[in-house]
């Protein structure tokens, strides 16, 4: 009998995410399965908890709150950039996806929320943020060793843009991924 996965196991799964009105906004099919430790933080708190106790072949639909995955819309994530920041020659539209920077030159991505005329409102929450998301899982392999680039990063708000199980860490938190 299979061993059933705990925190600590690396493992492969394949994945399609849903929002709850049934729109897929990612999933593994036609890629390699996602590979990842479970409990280091590498996925959102939700999806790493549906995997604990089941075991290769099994499958499963979880619902994931917005506290278990890339937490609740922060209103306060919505900043104003001067507009005379913008390059004179870049057309802005509102909903146009930009990369900005942190102060550590890390890129953050964000949502041209507003356009005024000294000033632009700019969602940098994760596209995520808020919603209640529903995966579709099947382990694949158990087993394996963790990748030698793998990290933690310990925090939803953090993660995600690599695929939005929450496989990658892009906001400066000092992860190589």
């Given at each position: 009998?299979?061993?059933?996965i705990?925190?600590?196991?690396?493992?492969?799964?394949?994945?399609?995410?849903?929002l709850?009105?049934?729109?897929?906004?990612?999933?593994?099919?036609?890629?390699?399965?996602?590979?990842?430790?479970?409990?280091?933080?590498?996925?959102?708190?939700?999806?790493?908890?549906?995997?604990?106790?089941?075991?290769?072949?099994?499958?499963?639909?979880?619902?994931?709150?917005?506290?278990?995955?890339?937490?609740?819309?922060?209103?306060?994530n919505?900043?104003?950039?001067?507009?005379?920041?913008?390059?004179?020659?870049?057309?802005?539209?509102?909903?146009?996806?930009?990369?900005?920077?942190?102060?550590?030159?890390?890129?953050?991505?964000?949502?041209?929320?507003?356009?005024g005329?000294?000033?632009?409102?700019?969602?940098?929450?994760?596209?995520?943020?808020?919603?209640?998301?529903?995966?579709?899982?099947?382990?694949?392999?158990?087993?394996?060793?963790?990748?030698?680039?793998?990290?933690?990063?310990?925090?939803?708000?953090?993660?995600?843009?690599?695929?939005?199980?929450?496989?990658?860490?892009?906001?400066?938190?000092?992860?190589?991924?």
């Amino acid at each position: 009998m299979a061993e059933a996965i705990k925190a600590g196991d690396t493992i492969k799964v394949n994945y399609t995410g849903k929002l709850d009105n049934g729109v897929v906004f990612d999933s593994s099919e036609g890629r390699e399965p996602l590979k990842f430790t479970v409990g280091t933080g590498q996925l959102i708190k939700g999806f790493d908890q549906a995997v604990i106790d089941m075991t290769v072949g099994d499958k499963k639909t979880v619902t994931i709150l917005p506290e278990d995955g890339y937490g609740p819309r922060n209103e306060e994530n919505v900043v104003e950039l001067p507009r005379d920041t913008v390059p004179e020659d870049m057309e802005l539209t509102v909903g146009m996806q930009l990369h900005l920077s942190d102060p550590n030159g890390n890129p953050v991505p964000a949502v041209v929320a507003e356009i005024g005329e000294d000033v632009i409102k700019m969602d940098i929450n994760h596209m995520l943020a808020g919603k209640t998301l529903i995966f579709d899982i099947e382990i694949v392999e158990t087993g394996l060793e963790p990748d030698a680039h793998a990290c933690g990063c310990g925090s939803s708000d953090s993660c995600g843009s690599a695929g939005s199980a929450g496989c990658g860490c892009d906001s400066g938190n000092g992860c190589d991924c």
